[in-house]
C-alpha cells in the first residue's frame, strides 16, 4: 500500500456522522443544492444521474476509515463491480463528489513504477498501479445552510392546528451552566476573531502531529478556547505538548471525543489559568533550538575551515608561475641532465672494459671500440 503521510491532510476535515449519514445525509443534500450550479457546467455533456452518484458514495464509504472518513481507496473497478455501473460512471461520479465539496482525492491514481512492480511482486501483489485515495468528508457551508433549513430548530415558527394552545418549541440541548472541569468557551482571552488566536488555531489544524479531531471543526470553532493560551504566545507545539502532558498524568485519551473543544478547554483549565504564560513547550522548543544553534555553529565552522584550505590552495596555484618556482625548475632540470651525463659515461667505460676483456681472451688484437 502506497502511504501518503498525515501531512497530505492537512486542512481537509473529517466526517462527522460516520458513513450512512455521510452517504444517505449529507451526499443527497449537496447534490440537490449543488450540482446544477457547480457540477453541470463542469461535466459537460457526460452527467451523471443522482442515483449512480449515492451508489458510488456508499460503495466508496464502505472502504474508509471509521472514525474519519479517509484512507477510501478502492480502485474503480472494484466500485463498478459493488454498484453494477461502468468504470466511466463511477470516474463522473467521483468527479461530481469532489465538485459538491463533500470529497478529496488527496493522492491521484496513477500506474508504478518499474521498482515498485518489482517490490510489489515480491510480496505477492500483481497490480500494476496505485488507486486513487479519498477522503470523505462534511461540507462547513453545507452544514450551516441545513441548520438553517431544518424544520426543528428552537423557536420554530411552524405550528398545528391540533397543538395546545400555549407554544410549544424545543428547548436548549446545552445545559444553562458551564462543567466545573471545562471552561467556557470565550471565557478568556479577546474574542473570536483575534488574529493571534487566529494564526495559533490555523497552524495548530495543519501541523503533522496534532489529533485528527484537531481538523473536525472550523478555525472560527475553536478561535475562542484557544485565544488565551494566543495571547501568552502559545503556538501550535504547546497544544499538542498540552495534550500529550493530560495523557500521560490521566493515563488515557479517547481517540475521538465527543466534545473535543469541551476538551481542549478542560485541558486549559487543568493547566491553570495563572500559568499561560508557563508555556508547554518552551523548555523542549529551547532545548531544540540550543542544538539547532550549535548544529548551525557547527556548519560555519566547518565553512570557515573549507574556505582557508581554498585560500591555501589558491596561494599554492599563484606560486606555481612565479619567479622562485621557475628558477626552482630549471636548477632540477640541470641536475637531472647532469645525472644522465655520468650514468652515460660510467655506463660507456664499463662497455670498454668488457669489451677488452672479451677481446683478450679471444687472442684478438684489440681495436677501437664501438663505444669509444
Request: with cysteine.
Amino acid at each position: 500500500m502506497l502511504e501518503v503521510g498525515e501531512r497530505a491532510f492537512a486542512g481537509v476535515p473529517c466526517w462527522s456522522g460516520r458513513a450512512e449519514r455521510w452517504s444517505i445525509f449529507t451526499v443527497p443534500i449537496a447534490y440537490d443544492l449543488r450540482y446544477d450550479t457547480h457540477v453541470r457546467p463542469v461535466l459537460g455533456a457526460n452527467q451523471v444521474s443522482r442515483t449512480a452518484v449515492l451508489a458510488v458514495a456508499a460503495a466508496r464509504a464502505a472502504y474508509a476509515e471509521y472514525g474519519t472518513g479517509r484512507g477510501s481507496r478502492p480502485s474503480n473497478e472494484r466500485l463498478a463491480a459493488d454498484t453494477g455501473y461502468s468504470v466511466r460512471t463511477v470516474q463522473r461520479a467521483d468527479t461530481a463528489l469532489r465538485l459538491l465539496g463533500v470529497a478529496t482525492e488527496v493522492l491521484r491514481g496513477r500506474q508504478r513504477t518499474r521498482t515498485e512492480r518489482l517490490a510489489s511482486w515480491r510480496v505477492g501483489d500483481k497490480g500494476r498501479g496505485w488507486a486513487s485515495e479519498w477522503a470523505l468528508h462534511d461540507d462547513a457551508v453545507l452544514a450551516r445552510l441545513v441548520g438553517k433549513l431544518s424544520s426543528h430548530p428552537e423557536g420554530s415558527s411552524f405550528s398545528s392546528s391540533i397543538s395546545r394552545k400555549d407554544v410549544v418549541t424545543t428547548g436548549r440541548s446545552r445545559p444553562a451552566g458551564v462543567a466545573k472541569s471545562g471552561i467556557g468557551r470565550g471565557a478568556w482571552g479577546p474574542g473570536p476573531w483575534d488574529p493571534r488566536a487566529g494564526r495559533l488555531v490555523a497552524a495548530w489544524r495543519a501541523d503533522p502531529h496534532s489529533p485528527p479531531w484537531a481538523r473536525r471543526f472550523t478555525s472560527n470553532a475553536w478561535t475562542r478556547v484557544l485565544a488565551g493560551p494566543a495571547v501568552h504566545g502559545w503556538c501550535s507545539q504547546d497544544v499538542n505538548q498540552l495534550i500529550r502532558d493530560w495523557t500521560g498524568v490521566k493515563g488515557w485519551l479517547p481517540a475521538d471525543p465527543h466534545t473535543p473543544i469541551g476538551l481542549v478547554g478542560a485541558m486549559i483549565t487543568w493547566h491553570g489559568r495563572e500559568r499561560l504564560a508557563d508555556r508547554p513547550a518552551a523548555l523542549d522548543m529551547a532545548r531544540e533550538a540550543e542544538e539547532l544553534a550549535k548544529a548551525r555553529a557547527r556548519v560555519a565552522a566547518q565553512h570557515l575551515e573549507r574556505a582557508a584550505a581554498e585560500r591555501a590552495r589558491a596561494v599554492g596555484r599563484a606560486a606555481v608561475g612565479g619567479a622562485g618556482h621557475t628558477a626552482a625548475r630549471a636548477a632540477a632540470a640541470a641536475a637531472a641532465h647532469r645525472a644522465v651525463l655520468r650514468r652515460t659515461a660510467s655506463a660507456a667505460a664499463d662497455a670498454a672494459i668488457l669489451d677488452a676483456a672479451v677481446r683478450a681472451a679471444r687472442g684478438t688484437k684489440p681495436g677501437p671500440s664501438h663505444y669509444e
